[in-house]
């Protein structure tokens, strides 16, 4: 498991530019992390739901995997 997190580095950035990121303009992931942040971005009036949860979940999974792959990659000091 830790040597495919480690290898699959450029599967976790493509996915995060693509799904990551989409819709583009302006990225998705921005205005739901501001939402969880209280800037709430897309309403005022309602709260997060689970579907809003769902879609953090389905948006930021690249981005972890991409953080995680990273860290694993960068060289350790003997």
Do not use: C, E, R, Y
């Not at 303009?25 to 709430?40: S, V, Y």
């Not at 579907?51 to 981005?63: E, I, N, R, S």
């Amino acid at each position: 498991m830790k040597s495919q997190l480690k290898n699959n580095w450029k599967l976790f950035l493509l996915a995060s530019l693509t799904l990551g990121l989409a819709p583009f303009n302006p990225p998705h992931i921005w205005g739901k992390l501001q939402w969880i942040l209280g800037g709430n971005a897309f309403s005022s009036d309602t709260g997060m739901q689970a579907k809003d949860w769902f879609d953090v979940l389905l948006h930021g999974t690249p981005w972890i995997l991409l953080i995680i792959s990273g860290v694993l990659n960068i060289p350790k000091k003997k």
